[in-house]
């Protein structure tokens, strides 16, 4: 499952570090595969107001995320789905606005490092 706004940000990626056919025709074919939360729904409208009003309260200040994060972590919410994310940003919403983990990056290792 992803959320339709996903959709756009991995292609952005995909652009940006210059992905060649076959990568993105493998993209595309996953893509497809999944299940697309769209962001006009009812339920997922409903779950961005709460998860934006409730970061603007948090007790440790207001936490403010882009709109896109919010959507993701909306289109979540609303599925019931486990977010899975690499975004620290989405940190402060688990696991009371939706269930979910963030997932550490591991940076590549360079040329002759072990890893």
């Not at 697309?36 to 729904?41: A, E, L, N, R, W």
């Amino acid at each position: 499952m992803v959320s339709v706004v996903s959709l756009a940000e991995v292609r952005v990626l995909a652009a940006v570090n210059h992905w060649g056919d076959r990568k993105r025709q493998t993209l595309e074919r996953t893509l497809q595969s999944l299940v697309v939360v769209d962001i006009h729904h009812p339920l997922v409208i409903d779950a961005y107001v709460r998860i934006d009003l409730n970061a603007r309260k948090h007790p440790k200040g207001a936490r403010h995320m882009g709109n896109n994060d919010l959507w993701i972590a909306a289109c979540a919410a609303a599925a019931d789905a486990f977010l899975l994310s690499t975004d620290d940003d989405l940190a402060h919403l688990i696991p009371d606005q939706v269930r979910g983990d963030v997932i550490p990056v591991i940076p590549p290792s360079a040329p002759g490092e072990p890893g």
